[in-house]
């Protein structure tokens, strides 16, 4: 969902690069999604092209299996019977 919401910001504000909302909502996304980090260098992922939603697909697939492994340490950390 955090990947999906950041693809949508992009694909319907698409702010000027230069922009405040640029710089903080890519500096989220960084931190947030950590799979985008891998994808800096698409420099043809424009929004509206097809390369801009493989890229988020891939992205939301990323972080869908490391939310999950976290989620999987954290629960199996809490939940543990203490012998």
Request: glycine share 10%; charged share 10%; with cysteine.
């Amino acid at each position: 969902m955090i990947a999906a919401a950041f693809a949508m910001f992009f694909q319907i504000v698409d702010p000027a690069p230069d922009s405040q909302a640029s710089r903080g909502s890519g500096i989220a996304a960084l931190i947030l999604c950590p799979g985008s980090l891998l994808f800096v260098t698409f420099i043809d992922a424009e929004p509206g092209t097809s390369g801009f939603a493989f890229m988020w697909v891939m992205v939301a697939l990323m972080n869908a299996g490391l939310y999950g492994v976290i989620g999987i340490v954290i629960g199996r950390l809490a939940w543990s019977s203490d012998n």
